[in-house]
């Protein structure tokens, strides 16, 4: 049976390499749906935590995973020979940025070259880690074809599809989520289409890989910008004694033409502060220059300076290094655990270096690592404990905090959320 016949039929076997963020997520989604998936990771401890049922994902229902371990449908293997086993295999690692601001793709490679190494006649496989304009088919499908000595579109097939996610949406998952795929010729775009139509409610077809690795940059791209602009908006209305969020609100009421977005403490997670960075880098290859990009990712550093900036206002003529600090929220946003690209982490970072001392609260991250120092949350906070420090910083706006409490015990407090609506003198705001 082809594989178009086997997606066809449900009879499918799916694979993903990579179980963090979006893997896991995904590995549930597809299985949910009655199709046998198994996790391919370099680490044993989330093979071992996958096969004992063991969730460690958000995102993810405790019991949902557990129960379709038990059904057979989730496993996960460090055995990348297996490989023959699955007929759709989903790349789903991780594509930080260095030093510089440049791709490293070395754990696309590193799968990649693991997947060709086993690769067999009718598999599909499918990028799906965020990456620049033509990274499947100049990085990705070489590697493929020399590895395995096959060639695609007669014996495998390649298509991109970026994951969409948003950790914490409550909304919308993997499952509701608009899918965008992009193969490198039309039957590639079709089956890894009919593979996703099998768990997702709707796909959408573009015409290459480079399309569809657009579209993801394009869509985080246009976030920055536009927080980022947000954010300048908020640095000339505090010179200005104007409160952004009021007028931010007032914009709000225009029925067209306008989009809100929200000053904070610079952007978080995998996708917005870093995707960007992809583009730019493509853009010097070809001699072209992002300035939007160069300017909006300017202004999002500086916006944890200026955090730290205003912390020393708020304590008036005590020092930061003489200071009892508490930080509300460590994670990149409200009401999840991630702490990837935190700007939480970064204000930290600078605190630090300032000589600042500083407890942490956030009900979703028990600990953390600062720079080799195990930090760990404390484990409520109330009135007694509010009032004993000389100034509270909100990083992080969690919905479980009682902010109405916090700004009626606190001495001083910077709030880079709005999450304490109520105007106060004691308040310095974004």
Known sequence: M????????????????????????????????????LGFNRGQEKVDKVNAGTNYIQDVADEELAEL?????????????????????????????????????????????????????????????????GTTEEVVLPILEKES???????????????????????YGTGNTPKVVGGVDSKSTKLAADFFRLFITE?????????????????????????????????LADKMNIDIWEVIEAAKTKPFGFMPFYPGPGLGGHCIPVDPYYLAYKAKKMGLKTSFIDTASDIDDFMHQYVVEIAEKALGKKLLTEAKILILGVAYKKDINDLRESPALKVIELLSKKGANYDYYDPHVPNFNDNGV????????????????????????????????????ANKVVDTRNAIKERAEKVLKI
């Open 69 to 133: 371990v038990r059904k057979g449908l989730v496993s996960a293997t460090c055995d990348f020979s297996r490989i023959p086993e699955v007929d759709v295999i989903c790349i789903a690692v991780p594509t930080p940025i260095n030093n510089q601001k440049e791709p490293e793709l070395d754990l696309v490679i590193d799968a990649t070259k693991k997947i060709a190494k086993n690769l067999q006649k009718g598999q599909l496989v499918i990028l799906k880690s965020t990456t620049y304009p």
């Open 374 to 409: 195990k930090k760990t949350s404390l484990e409520k906070i109330d009135s007694d404990i509010i009032r004993n420090y000389d100034l509270i910083i909100i990083l992080t706006d969690h919905s479980s905090v009682d902010y109405e409490m916090v700004l009626k015990a």
């Open 2 to 37: 082809d594989l178009k016949e086997k997606i066809k039929q449900k009879k499918v076997v799916a694979g993903v390499v990579g179980m963090g963020y979006v893997g896991l997520p995904l590995m549930v989604e597809i299985a949910k749906n009655g199709i046998k998936v």
């Open 203 to 235: 796909v959408f077809e573009v015409s290459s890989p480079a399309a569809a690795e657009m579209t993801k940059i394009l869509e985080n791209t246009f976030r920055l910008i536009n927080i980022s602009f947000i954010n300048e908006m908020a640095l």
């Open 149 to 171: 000595g096959l060639k695609v579109g007669k014996d495998f097939y390649l298509a991109f599809a970026p994951e969409r996610i948003d950790p914490g949406n409550e909304k």
